[in-house]
Protein backbone atom coordinates (compact mmCIF):
# COMPACT_ATOMS: atom_id res chain seq x y z
CA UNK A 1 0.00 0.00 0.00
CA UNK A 2 1.03 3.37 -0.67
CA UNK A 3 0.34 6.95 -0.91
CA UNK A 4 -1.38 8.47 -4.01
CA UNK A 5 0.04 11.84 -5.73
CA UNK A 6 -3.52 13.18 -4.97
CA UNK A 7 -3.00 12.29 -1.11
CA UNK A 8 0.04 13.93 -1.34
CA UNK A 9 -1.02 16.89 -2.77
CA UNK A 10 -3.90 17.15 -0.05
CA UNK A 11 -1.29 16.84 2.79
CA UNK A 12 0.80 19.90 1.35
CA UNK A 13 -2.44 22.17 1.39
CA UNK A 14 -3.75 20.84 4.76
CA UNK A 15 0.39 21.83 5.73
CA UNK A 16 0.28 25.49 4.08
CA UNK A 17 -3.31 25.83 6.11
CA UNK A 18 -1.73 25.58 9.35
CA UNK A 19 -2.57 22.07 10.20
CA UNK A 20 -0.69 19.06 11.31
CA UNK A 21 -1.27 15.31 9.54
CA UNK A 22 -1.56 12.07 11.24
CA UNK A 23 -0.41 9.00 9.00
CA UNK A 24 -1.13 5.91 10.66
CA UNK A 25 1.99 3.95 9.16
CA UNK A 26 0.41 0.34 8.67
CA UNK A 27 -2.88 1.35 7.29
CA UNK A 28 -1.61 4.79 5.93
CA UNK A 29 -4.75 6.10 7.12
CA UNK A 30 -4.78 10.29 7.34
CA UNK A 31 -6.00 12.58 10.10
CA UNK A 32 -5.39 16.43 9.82
CA UNK A 33 -5.14 18.46 13.37
CA UNK A 34 -4.71 22.08 13.67
CA UNK A 35 -1.24 22.31 14.35
CA UNK A 36 -0.10 22.51 17.98
CA UNK A 37 2.02 25.65 17.41
CA UNK A 38 -0.73 27.31 15.31
CA UNK A 39 -3.28 26.74 17.61
CA UNK A 40 -5.81 29.39 18.91
CA UNK A 41 -9.27 29.13 21.27
CA UNK A 42 -10.61 26.19 21.75
CA UNK A 43 -8.26 23.13 21.41
CA UNK A 44 -10.63 20.59 22.95
CA UNK A 45 -12.23 19.45 19.62
CA UNK A 46 -8.86 18.61 18.27
CA UNK A 47 -7.82 17.11 22.02
CA UNK A 48 -10.13 14.68 21.21
CA UNK A 49 -8.74 13.96 17.91
CA UNK A 50 -5.12 13.51 19.30
CA UNK A 51 -5.98 11.52 22.27
CA UNK A 52 -7.65 8.88 19.48
CA UNK A 53 -4.85 8.66 17.05
CA UNK A 54 -2.84 7.94 20.41
CA UNK A 55 -5.14 5.39 21.76
CA UNK A 56 -5.68 3.76 18.40
CA UNK A 57 -2.71 3.96 16.17
CA UNK A 58 0.30 1.72 17.45
CA UNK A 59 2.89 3.40 15.11
CA UNK A 60 2.35 6.97 13.07
CA UNK A 61 3.83 9.61 11.70
CA UNK A 62 3.62 13.17 11.62
CA UNK A 63 4.08 15.48 9.49
CA UNK A 64 4.25 19.56 9.87
CA UNK A 65 4.39 22.75 8.10
CA UNK A 66 8.10 23.65 6.83
CA UNK A 67 10.04 26.26 8.80
CA UNK A 68 9.91 29.57 7.78
CA UNK A 69 13.24 29.64 6.38
CA UNK A 70 12.62 26.64 3.85
CA UNK A 71 9.31 28.70 2.98
CA UNK A 72 11.15 31.68 2.56
CA UNK A 73 13.68 29.99 0.55
CA UNK A 74 11.04 28.42 -1.63
CA UNK A 75 10.28 32.04 -2.45
CA UNK A 76 13.84 33.13 -3.76
CA UNK A 77 13.64 30.16 -6.05
CA UNK A 78 10.76 31.05 -7.69
CA UNK A 79 11.76 34.59 -8.09
CA UNK A 80 15.25 33.20 -9.64
CA UNK A 81 13.44 31.93 -12.14
CA UNK A 82 11.51 35.02 -13.04
CA UNK A 83 12.95 36.25 -16.58
CA UNK A 84 11.30 39.94 -16.38
CA UNK A 85 14.38 42.22 -14.47
CA UNK A 86 12.13 44.22 -13.59
CA UNK A 87 9.75 42.67 -11.26
CA UNK A 88 12.67 39.98 -10.55
CA UNK A 89 14.57 42.96 -8.51
CA UNK A 90 11.54 44.18 -7.25
CA UNK A 91 10.45 40.98 -5.40
CA UNK A 92 14.13 40.34 -4.15
CA UNK A 93 13.78 44.01 -2.65
CA UNK A 94 10.30 43.04 -1.03
CA UNK A 95 12.34 39.02 0.13
CA UNK A 96 14.72 41.54 1.62
CA UNK A 97 12.50 43.61 3.69
CA UNK A 98 10.71 43.74 7.01
CA UNK A 99 7.56 41.15 6.66
CA UNK A 100 8.72 39.31 3.25
CA UNK A 101 5.99 36.59 3.41
CA UNK A 102 3.03 39.07 3.22
CA UNK A 103 4.50 42.13 1.02
CA UNK A 104 5.86 38.83 -1.20
CA UNK A 105 2.39 37.86 -1.41
CA UNK A 106 0.57 41.32 -1.79
CA UNK A 107 3.28 41.67 -5.06
CA UNK A 108 2.66 38.30 -6.51
CA UNK A 109 -1.13 37.86 -6.06
CA UNK A 110 -1.75 41.25 -8.15
CA UNK A 111 1.58 40.04 -11.19
CA UNK A 112 1.19 38.28 -14.09
CA UNK A 113 2.99 35.42 -12.16
CA UNK A 114 0.55 34.21 -9.76
CA UNK A 115 -0.68 31.07 -11.30
CA UNK A 116 3.19 30.40 -12.09
CA UNK A 117 3.72 31.08 -8.57
CA UNK A 118 0.98 28.51 -7.16
CA UNK A 119 2.24 26.23 -9.16
CA UNK A 120 5.69 26.24 -8.02
CA UNK A 121 4.59 26.56 -4.52
CA UNK A 122 2.87 23.38 -4.76
CA UNK A 123 5.48 21.55 -6.49
CA UNK A 124 7.66 22.09 -3.79
CA UNK A 125 5.15 21.89 -1.24
CA UNK A 126 5.14 18.46 -2.65
CA UNK A 127 8.52 17.44 -2.50
CA UNK A 128 8.57 18.67 1.16
CA UNK A 129 5.87 16.48 2.08
CA UNK A 130 7.58 13.43 -0.05
CA UNK A 131 10.67 14.12 1.64
CA UNK A 132 9.25 13.92 5.02
CA UNK A 133 7.11 10.22 4.20
CA UNK A 134 10.81 8.59 3.02
CA UNK A 135 12.24 9.82 6.48
CA UNK A 136 9.40 8.20 8.15
CA UNK A 137 9.31 5.08 6.13
CA UNK A 138 6.45 5.52 4.27
CA UNK A 139 5.93 4.86 0.45
CA UNK A 140 4.27 6.80 -1.92
CA UNK A 141 3.55 6.20 -5.76
Not at 1 to 25: C, P
Not at 27 to 50: F, H, P
Not at 53 to 63: L, N
Not at 107 to 121: A, G, K, T
Request: glycine fraction near 2%; charged fraction near 40%.
Amino acid sequence: MKLTAKQINEIAQDLESGMAVYINKETLEIRTILDWDEMYGDTEVWEEDLEKIEDEWSDYAVITKMESREAYRIMEDFVGKIEDERIQENLYKILNRKSPFANFKDEIESSEYREQWFEFRTMKHEEYVREQLEAEGIEFE
